[in-house]
Each structure stands twice: as C-alpha cells, then as structure tokens.
C-alpha cells in the first residue's frame, strides 16, 4: 500500500509564501518522478511542477516560474513546492502525485495524495 500525504497548506495573504510537502510511504522500491499539480474551483486540474528521476532534473510550468520552485528529497521520498509572491490566482487544492514502482520488476504506477487546500486572501 502507498500513500501519498501533503502537508503545508492553508491562508496566505497575497504576496506571501507557502512551502507544500507531500511524502510517499509504504511499500516503495523505487520513485521515478514526483510533482505538484493543482485545481481552482471550476477549473480543471493543471500542471504546476515536477521533479523527474533521482538526478536533480526539475521543471516549472512557465506562468510560474520565478515564483514556484520544486524540489525533491530522495532519501525521504518527498517532495516540496515553495510558492512565493503567492496571488489570488494560486488559490486552488495542490495535489501531489508520484510515479513509482512497488517491485524490482513491476510497472511504474501513478499515485495522487489528497489535496491539500492553499488560499491566498487578505
């Protein structure tokens, strides 16, 4: 069983900064890829960030970039989505989801979390 559990969300003025995690436990022998997505209310879910492979390889959607940042512990199976010079407009429930393979030689799989609800508002 794998569980993907985020944490860091909540109320956040506009201009402020949030730091989200999301860690990956149970039976995991290996991580691919590791990332953020997010959904506003009526709106579809969207891409906002990943961290791809054990090497460092990261990538921010380009409307975000210069306020969002990922990064990845290996060793902890977790990654982290810094949002600064947070708006209006990030107001949305962030998910995580990580593509991992539970055996030597199983198939990669898709694991989400939760969500977890971030609202920027004065």
């Known amino acids: 069983q794998v569980q993907l559990v985020e944490s860091g969300g909540g109320l956040v003025q506009p201009g402020g900064s949030l730091r989200l995690s999301c860690a990956a436990s149970?039976?995991?022998?290996?991580?691919?890829?590791m990332g953020w997505y997010r959904q506003a209310p009526g709106k579809e879910r969207e891409v906002v960030a990943a961290a791809i492979g054990s090497s460092g390889v990261t990538n921010v959607v380009d409307s975000l970039k210069g306020r969002f940042s990922i990064s990845r512990d290996n060793a902890k199976n977790t990654v982290y989505l810094q949002m600064n010079s947070m708006k209006p407009d990030d107001t949305a429930v962030y998910v995580c989801n990580a593509v991992l393979k539970v055996s030597r030689y199983g198939a990669f799989q898709t694991y989400w979390g939760q969500g977890t609800q971030v609202t920027v508002s004065s």
């Open positions: 149970g039976s995991i022998f290996s991580v691919n890829a």
